[in-house]
């Protein structure tokens, strides 16, 4: 079909370099570099206030930066205004305008551009039927449900055929089953006509069953870039490890003894820390729930061995996750329900067990 | 996220383009030259001593020291609060019934209720002066049967009762639309803790109601205070506004007392404003639930049932007796001494179109120009405010809606002080010029304009616009094909306000008006009032204006309708 074969041709790489915002004394985006690759599907993923929004909003030339630039597909666009730049944006609320139809909204960027009639009336119907949609055309916003406006503005913006699409929490205005339905829509439409697409969003989970690479970003800063997996194995920093998935996260110090480096828990055990792990004087200890074993044990902790009272336990069905205190601190383990297999009662003591490949030292 | 992209919206772009600074000077010239320069001049003149020149307070103290202008305060403070109170024992018996209770015909209390609105004061003056006067009707009934004659037209209460019954629509609808906007739980719960009945309404629905009441009774105050047709159509001269305008018209625009009149309705009218605003400040209570189900009308029983019906009757009955009465009269061949028209004419309505049509197509001209220029100004002071950043946007809002402070005496007078010695090419004096009565008009009706179109630009999310932007419309295009469409309800609101209060209009027209081929309706109405003879003919010009703004209203009613049919809240 047309909008797929045009949209893959035109889909553009996105830049942004060296980029300051600031409203009055507040910086709300702070030296921002950022690659996306043409064709790729990207998130901006973060707490709110995290800036994302206003990247996003950049990008389509609503906002304006102190400095840097955006460039796409190799042009740099930072002084065009937004309806010169070409890119795509399906709002949070959808910005459906009522008193249009739904044909009409999406006939509006074609009438924009001084497109024939007869090519705007044939690449509505395409775009309306690519969201299966056709048979809706002639009714008004307010008549359709939360997901079928959300698709009307997905319409109205890949009919366009937009050299970036760009999503603001597309999903945020629909109920739980709805989201997991839309965003894997989503997905496959993007797949189809291979547009570059960003996505903004607060969910982690959205953006890791969706997106091919996601940056974090934290207090206008982003905190890193790469593939969902990267960011869940190898997070760079503790906000990262916190952010996506569960994370224990112990405080200490690191002390060196010739070429053997240890990490002193406070109020704890010693661990060696594993030769060519990275760790700073600042680092804490991270590590994924799941990633520990807890054996069951009498004594109580003495040297490099992670050892504490079990002092809470939560059934999940295919995990156990127990909380266990480890000196001033406390940790929480994941472990795989075995059928027939007996549980580790609450004041029990047991022992951490953490593979050293499994240790990560982070900072802020 | 909402909050903080429209926010945005506003600090978008760093350089404030040209056009925008265009449209904020033109506004600022018109309210400068029409509202601000006139305004200042009266409150110049007063403070000034008529003989030498030179700042005086002796005008002042003349005023403090005469007996008829402090007689006429006191009278002006009372008639307004005396108006108050009664319109609120009208409306909120009302506003109440029909908004909590299962009651037949609510929607069409809601609607007869507003009637009043749309008839001016004085038109229903000479009405109810056969209906409730010395000799009117009821007394002649009261007379018959109980041998008792109730004053309810003698002096002060004549003024009382018509504005009574005249604005107490403001406080109708502004009661009306804060319980629509209180979340029903809010009386559930207290019904839940055993609350019901009288001790309910006064406890929690009535203080939850409260900004919506403050704000509609010191509209009427300020309205009752400022009105110059009503007392002098029922020949009540010791009010101080009919005093501002008999002593420029009987002793000329180089009197002072006129202008401290002026001030002093000013300082009145800004008083009762300020009070009102300090007195709900901080007292928002709408609390609409989100995704409630809306109100939970509650059903009557028995005694409380017939006494709701009877009092709802009662009040009706009263607030249209002058619509009643100003039908019959224009119907009426002789009607005196008699509880009803000895019979029925239609001749005083030929007597109007033949005589007179000119009153009715300058009513016409009039109130639409008025309207079509409030509503672009209001919608332009709107638009600078909510979305862009232009300095002194803020200011020309506070002007517009300071309009609402100076009565239409004060703004007659200014125009006539000021431009008098303007002449035009062919000669004619500025200020006695027709388009000046337009202008004023225009003036005194643009802080509804103004609302309105600041409710209608507030329901357009910012998001609407920047959708447009990005898919490649430019910001001239934006404006015409989505917020004007999305706005034009709003718009639409306030023209019909502004256009229905104008054609009814007469405080700075019966300044301004020099001369009979360029009176509007109202003024017409004023004059045929004056004889006997011109009771019928007046009467019918009443009936006329009548029918126009009821129109107009029914008219806009059914586009916001259809218009509101088709649209999605954001």
């Given at each position: 079909?047309?909008?797929?074969?045009?949209?893959?041709?035109?889909?553009?790489?996105?830049?942004?370099?060296?980029?300051?915002?600031?409203?009055?004394?507040t910086?709300?985006?702070?030296?921002?570099?950022?690659?996306?690759r043409?064709?790729?599907?990207?998130?901006?993923?973060?707490?709110?206030?995290?800036?994302?929004?206003t990247?996003?909003?950049?990008?389509?030339?609503?906002?304006?930066?102190?400095?840097?630039?955006?460039?796409?597909?190799?042009?740099?666009?930072?002084?065009?205004?937004?309806?010169?730049?070409?890119?795509?944006?399906?709002?949070?609320?959808y910005?459906?305008?009522?008193?249009m139809?739904?044909?009409?909204?999406?006939?509006?960027?074609?009438?924009?551009?001084?497109?024939?009639?007869?090519?705007?009336?044939?690449?509505?119907?395409?775009?309306?039927?690519?969201?299966?949609?056709?048979h809706?055309?002639?009714?008004?916003?307010?008549?359709l449900?939360?997901?079928?406006?959300?698709?009307?503005?997905?319409?109205?913006?890949?009919?366009?055929?937009?050299?970036?699409?760009?999503?603001?929490?597309?999903?945020?205005?629909?109920?739980?089953?709805?989201?997991?339905q839309?965003?894997?829509?989503?997905?496959?439409?993007?797949?189809?006509?291979?547009?570059?697409?960003?996505?903004?969003?607060?969910?982690?989970?959205?953006a890791?069953?969706?997106?091919?690479?996601?940056?974090?970003?934290?207090?206008?800063?982003?905190?890193?870039?790469?593939?969902?997996?990267?960011?869940?194995?190898?997070?760079?920093?503790?906000?990262?490890?916190?952010?996506?998935?569960?994370?224990?996260?112990?405080?200490?110090?690191?002390?060196?003894?010739?070429?053997?480096?240890?990490?002193?828990?406070?109020?704890?055990?010693?661990?060696?820390?594993?030769?060519?792990?990275?760790?700073?004087?600042?680092?804490?200890?991270?590590?994924?729930?799941?990633?520990?074993?807890?054996?069951?044990?009498?004594?109580?902790?003495?040297?490099?061995a992670?050892?504490?009272?079990?002092?809470?336990?939560?059934?999940?069905?295919?995990?156990?996750?127990?909380?266990?205190?480890?000196?001033?601190?406390e940790?929480?383990v994941?472990?795989?329900?075995?059928?027939?297999?007996?549980?580790?009662?609450?004041?029990?003591?047991?022992?951490?067990?953490?593979?050293?490949?499994?240790?990560?030292?982070?900072?802020a | 996220?909402?909050?903080?992209?429209?926010?945005?919206?506003?600090?978008?772009?760093?350089?404030?383009?040209?056009s925008?600074?265009?449209?904020a000077?033109?506004?600022?010239?018109?309210?400068?030259?029409?509202?601000?320069?006139?305004?200042?001049?009266?409150?110049?003149?007063?403070?000034?001593?008529?003989?030498?020149?030179?700042?005086?307070?002796?005008?002042?103290?003349?005023?403090?020291?005469?007996?008829l202008?402090?007689?006429?305060f006191?009278?002006?403070?009372?008639?307004?609060?005396?108006?108050?109170?009664?319109?609120?024992?009208?409306?909120?018996?009302?506003?109440?019934?029909?908004?909590?209770?299962?009651?037949?015909?609510?929607?069409?209390?809601?609607?007869?209720?507003?009637?009043?609105?749309?008839?001016?004061?004085?038109?229903?003056?000479?009405?109810?002066?056969?209906?409730?006067?010395?000799?009117?009707?009821f007394?002649?009934?009261?007379?018959?049967?109980?041998?008792?004659?109730?004053p309810?037209?003698?002096?002060?209460?004549?003024?009382?009762?018509?504005?009574a019954?005249?604005?107490?629509?403001?406080?109708?609808?502004?009661?009306?639309?804060?319980?629509?906007?209180?979340?029903?739980?809010?009386?559930?719960?207290?019904?839940?803790?055993?609350?019901?009945?009288?001790?309910?309404?006064?406890?929690?629905?009535?203080?939850?109601?409260?900004?919506?009441?403050?704000?509609?009774?010191?509209?009427?105050?300020?309205?009752?205070?400022?009105?110059?047709?009503?007392?002098?159509?029922?020949?009540?001269?010791?009010?101080?506004?009919?005093?501002?305008?008999?002593?420029?018209?009987?002793?000329?625009?180089?009197?002072?007392?006129?202008?401290?009149?002026?001030?002093?309705?000013?300082?009145?009218?800004?008083?009762?404003?300020w009070?009102?605003?300090?007195?709900?400040?901080?007292?928002?209570y709408?609390?609409?639930?989100?995704?409630?189900?809306?109100?939970?009308?509650?059903?009557?029983?028995?005694?409380?049932?017939?006494?709701?019906?009877?009092?709802?009757?009662?009040?009706?009955?009263?607030?249209?007796?002058p619509?009643?009465?100003?039908?019959?009269?224009?119907?009426?061949?002789?009607?005196?001494?008699?509880?009803?028209?000895?019979?029925?004419?239609?001749?005083?309505?030929?007597?109007?179109?033949?005589?007179?049509?000119?009153?009715?197509?300058?009513?016409?001209?009039?109130?639409?120009?008025?309207?079509?220029?409030?509503?672009?100004?209001?919608?332009?002071?709107?638009?600078?405010?909510?979305?862009?950043?232009?300095?002194?946007?803020?200011?020309?809002?506070?002007?517009?809606?300071g309009?609402?402070?100076?009565?239409?005496?004060v703004?007659?007078?200014?125009?006539?002080?000021?431009?008098?010695?303007?002449?035009?090419?062919?000669?004619?004096?500025?200020?006695?010029?027709?388009?000046?009565?337009?202008?004023?008009?225009?003036?005194?009706r643009?802080?509804?304009?103004?609302?309105?179109?600041?409710?209608?630009?507030?329901?357009?999310?910012?998001?609407?616009?920047?959708?447009?932007?990005?898919?490649?419309?430019?910001?001239?295009?934006?404006?015409?094909?989505?917020?004007?469409?999305?706005?034009?309800?709003?718009?639409?609101?306030?023209?019909?306000?502004?256009?229905?209060?104008a054609?009814?209009?007469?405080?700075?027209?019966?300044?301004?008006?020099?001369?009979?081929?360029?009176?509007?309706?109202?003024?017409?109405?004023?004059?045929?009032?004056?004889?006997?003879?011109?009771?019928?003919?007046g009467?019918?010009?009443?009936?006329?204006?009548?029918?126009?703004?009821?129109?107009?209203?029914?008219?806009?009613?059914?586009?916001?309708?259809?218009?509101?049919?088709?649209?999605?809240?954001?």
């Amino acid at each position: 079909m047309a909008i797929e074969a045009a949209t893959r041709a035109r889909a553009s790489g996105v830049m942004v370099e060296d980029v300051n915002l600031s409203y009055g004394a507040t910086h709300v985006l702070k030296s921002i570099n950022l690659e996306v690759r043409p064709g790729e599907f990207f998130a901006f993923l973060g707490p709110s206030g995290c800036g994302k929004t206003t990247l996003l909003r950049l990008i389509a030339g609503f906002n304006i930066a102190q400095s840097g630039r955006v460039m796409i597909g190799g042009d740099d666009i930072s002084s065009l205004p937004p309806w010169k730049r070409d890119v795509g944006m399906v709002f949070q609320s959808y910005a459906l305008w009522p008193h249009m139809t739904v044909a009409k909204n999406v006939a509006f960027g074609l009438e924009e551009r001084r497109i024939p009639k007869p090519e705007i009336d044939r690449r509505v119907k395409a775009a309306l039927e690519l969201v299966s949609l056709d048979h809706l055309a002639e009714r008004r916003p307010s008549q359709l449900s939360g997901g079928q406006q959300q698709r009307v503005a997905v319409a109205r913006t890949v009919v366009i055929e937009p050299k970036v699409l760009l999503l603001d929490e597309p999903l945020s205005n629909l109920d739980a089953k709805m989201r997991v339905q839309v965003r894997r829509e989503l997905r496959e439409l993007q797949q189809r006509l291979g547009l570059t697409t960003i996505f903004v969003t607060h969910d982690q989970e959205e953006a890791n069953t969706i997106c091919d690479r996601i940056a974090v970003m934290n207090d206008g800063i982003i905190q890193q870039v790469g593939t969902p997996m990267e960011l869940y194995e190898k997070p760079a920093n503790l906000f990262v490890a916190g952010f996506l998935g569960a994370a224990n996260i112990l405080e200490g110090d690191v002390l060196a003894d010739g070429a053997d480096r240890a990490f002193q828990i406070r109020g704890g055990a010693r661990l060696p820390i594993p030769r060519g792990l990275a760790a700073d004087a600042a680092s804490r200890l991270v590590f994924r729930p799941q990633y520990a074993e807890l054996i069951r044990t009498n004594c109580a902790g003495e040297g490099d061995a992670l050892t504490g009272q079990v002092v809470h336990r939560e059934f999940l069905g295919a995990t156990v996750r127990y909380s266990v205190a480890l000196g001033s601190s406390e940790v929480t383990v994941e472990v795989p329900f075995q059928s027939g297999s007996s549980l580790i009662d609450v004041g029990e003591m047991v022992t951490v067990s953490l593979a050293p490949d499994r240790m990560q030292f982070l900072s802020a | 996220m909402g909050a903080i992209s429209s926010q945005l919206v506003a600090t978008r772009g760093q350089s404030i383009p040209i056009s925008q600074y265009l449209v904020a000077g033109a506004v600022a010239l018109f309210l400068v030259l029409f509202l601000v320069i006139p305004v200042a001049t009266v409150i110049i003149v007063a403070f000034i001593d008529p003989r030498a020149g030179g700042f005086t307070l002796v005008n002042f103290a003349d005023f403090f020291r005469n007996d008829l202008f402090m007689r006429s305060f006191g009278n002006s403070v009372y008639v307004s609060a005396m108006a108050v109170a009664w319109g609120t024992v009208f409306a909120l018996p009302l506003a109440y019934i029909t908004s909590r209770f299962q009651f037949r015909g609510a929607v069409l209390i809601q609607t007869l209720g507003v009637v009043p609105l749309i008839m001016p004061p004085f038109a229903g003056a000479v009405a109810m002066q056969l209906l409730f006067g010395r000799n009117g009707s009821f007394n002649l009934i009261l007379g018959d049967w109980f041998d008792i004659n109730v004053p309810f037209m003698e002096g002060l209460n004549g003024v009382i009762l018509l504005q009574a019954i005249h604005y107490f629509p403001f406080i109708l609808l502004n009661v009306s639309a804060s319980l629509a906007n209180i979340d029903r739980a809010m009386e559930e719960s207290a019904q839940n803790l055993g609350s019901s009945g009288f001790r309910l309404f006064s406890k929690i629905v009535f203080p939850l109601a409260m900004p919506g009441y403050v704000a509609g009774a010191s509209l009427v105050f300020i309205k009752v205070f400022d009105d110059l047709a009503t007392p002098l159509l029922l020949n009540v001269k010791d009010m101080l506004a009919p005093q501002a305008y008999l002593r420029i018209t009987s002793i000329g625009l180089s009197d002072p007392m006129g202008y401290v009149i002026s001030v002093v309705l000013i300082v009145v009218s800004m008083l009762a404003m300020w009070i009102a605003t300090m007195a709900t400040r901080g007292r928002d209570y709408a609390t609409v639930q989100r995704g409630g189900g809306g109100l939970a009308k509650r059903e009557m029983k028995g005694l409380d049932k017939i006494i709701a019906y009877a009092v709802v009757f009662l009040i009706l009955a009263l607030t249209l007796a002058p619509h009643v009465g100003l039908i019959l009269l224009s119907l009426a061949t002789v009607w005196s001494f008699s509880p009803v028209p000895d019979g029925y004419t239609l001749t005083h309505y030929g007597k109007v179109f033949t005589e007179s049509p000119l009153f009715i197509w300058n009513t016409l001209l009039y109130a639409t120009l008025a309207g079509v220029i409030s509503v672009i100004i209001g919608s332009a002071i709107a638009w600078l405010v909510q979305r862009t950043k232009i300095p002194g946007r803020q200011i020309l809002d506070y002007l517009a809606m300071g309009a609402l402070a100076v009565p239409g005496v004060v703004i007659g007078i200014g125009y006539l002080r000021t431009y008098y010695g303007v002449t035009l090419p062919s000669g004619q004096s500025l200020a006695t010029f027709w388009f000046m009565i337009v202008i004023a008009l225009a003036v005194r009706r643009l802080p509804y304009a103004l609302r309105a179109c600041t409710a209608g630009l507030q329901q357009v999310s910012p998001q609407l616009e920047e959708a447009a932007e990005n898919l490649g419309a430019t910001k001239a295009r934006t404006v015409r094909k989505i917020l004007l469409p999305l706005m034009a309800g709003g718009m639409l609101a306030g023209f019909v306000t502004a256009f229905a209060t104008a054609s009814v209009e007469l405080s700075a027209t019966m300044m301004l008006v020099q001369n009979t081929s360029d009176a509007p309706l109202a003024y017409g109405l004023y004059v045929y009032m004056q004889s006997p003879a011109g009771r019928g003919p007046g009467a019918a010009l009443g009936m006329i204006a009548v029918v126009i703004v009821g129109l107009c209203t029914y008219l806009s009613h059914w586009l916001l309708d259809r218009e509101r049919s088709g649209t999605v809240k954001h």
